[in-house]
């Protein structure tokens, strides 16, 4: 074979190497389950594909913890709702934390109903005495979480955290006797410290502008009826249990169990400025107060946390949604997602531990994405 024709024929041959050698293909986009797909309903106003993937990464993603209920409402109407194994629509979620956001709107009711007022100290006895410098603290900057009153709202052991032993050891028979005895650490407002205490006082607060009565049956009676005629039943959250202690003091920090739905109502509630269906319930002043930055802390409101950077860890995704969105936040990573600009609200119940709840942020971030911006 003459030497031209083999310098021609010998390329051809490599061809089909070469080729193989060649960039593999995309490999085909993730499904998104049968399971989430089931769980959307007809016209999301996004993509069901990308929001059934988004779903299934909350669900099944190891590394974000336990999802165990999950509601999306957009433009008011619920576009996808699911559940793990062993829980459904009628199951009472407790909120942990996110009571304090339900205690921050009744005190905003009081408040209204002129019971209390803003900055004024708040009628807790002890406080009034002579000289007592804790009769400085304002109702505001106990809703601002920056009463100045000593705190651990977390330590190692367990049983070192004032909040353990105010709702499950020595103070747990009457939380707010608990919380209101402790000493100041710094001037009243000019501190912020997470404070579960400080929901447990203003739960106290609420019942004192009610009653004179210390008998806890009345007390109870009275915070109980005043939430399910005032908030509960309006809003027709009718699910809602909340939890009270020996002394008859509503356990405003963290114990209200109620559905995802019911939990969702609230997020609406809040996104349309206290109102439902055209009724005001709270003046729309005080969810603009809930919802703007408190003076020591940008990323907390008034028993809500707002979607900004934080002077400590982030307890949502600033830079990642809108700045307008805000959120109650309950432990081991309970949220109501409110983003009144997408006309969204999210919510997601379950168990997820400190250091599963980064990568649940960014897929709660990740599910805020899909829906247009306002």
Known sequence: MPTRRLALILPL??????????????????????ESLAAIAKDPGVSATRLGIAIDELFDAKDSGE??????????RI???????????????????MASSITGVMIGMLVSDGRLRLDETPPVPLW???????????????LQMRSGLRHTENADPA??????????????????????????????????????????????IAARSLTDSRD????RKLVADFLSTRLFEPVGMRSMVPEFDAAGTLVGSSMMHGTARDWGKLGEFLRHGGSVGGAQLVPRGWIEFMTRPSPRNPAFGAQVWLNRPAEAADMLFPGKAPASLFACVGELGQYVIVSPGQKLT????????????APLRGKLADLVALFPAG
Not at 128 to 142: A, K, N, Y
Not at 172 to 200: C, H, N, V
Not at 216 to 219: D, H, K, M, S, T
């Open 128 to 142: 009034q005495r002579s000289g007592d410098p804790r009769g400085e603290i304002t109702v505001r900057q106990l």
């Open 159 to 204: 049983s070192d955290s004032d909040t353990v032993r105010m709702l499950f050891l020595d103070g747990r028979s009457d939380i707010a006797a608990y919380a209101e005895a402790q000493p100041l650490e710094a001037e009243p407002g000019r501190k912020f410290e997470y404070s579960s205490a400080s929901a447990a006082i203003l739960a106290d």
């Open 13 to 34: 041959l490599a061809l089909p190497s070469l080729l193989g050698c060649g960039p593999a293909q995309n490999p085909a986009p993730p499904a998104a389950s049968r």
């Open 67 to 76: 999802t165990q209920a999950l509601l999306v409402l957009y433009r008011g």
């Open 216 to 219: 806890p049956v009345i007390r």
């Open 346 to 357: 999210i919510v997601r119940l379950g168990r997820s531990s400190e250091m599963q709840r």
């Open 79 to 97: 576009v996808a709702e699911r559940y793990a194994g062993g829980f459904a629509r009628d199951t009472r979620f407790n909120g942990w934390s």
